[in-house]
């Protein structure tokens, strides 16, 4: 539970400092994902995962669990 907590705070954390870095880029992005057809965000949002999944593997690999 503690990792999980742990994976959601640093989600958290990157937003965040979007918004407070970058605003203006952030409202940018959402527009143009808002213009992309639902099934190019669909496959954005399985690529996302997939490469959590990738990089969660590969930090298991390492040892750092």
Do not use: T
């Not at 994976?7 to 992309?36: D, K, N, T």
């Amino acid at each position: 539970m503690a990792w999980l907590l742990l994976g959601l705070g640093l989600v958290l954390v990157i937003e965040g400092l979007v918004w407070v870095m970058a605003p203006g880029l952030a409202e940018r992005l959402l527009e143009i994902m808002r213009s992309l057809p639902e099934s190019m965000r669909r496959q954005s949002g399985l690529l996302a995962c997939a490469l959590g999944v990738v990089l969660i593997w590969m930090a298991w690999l390492l040892g750092g669990f």
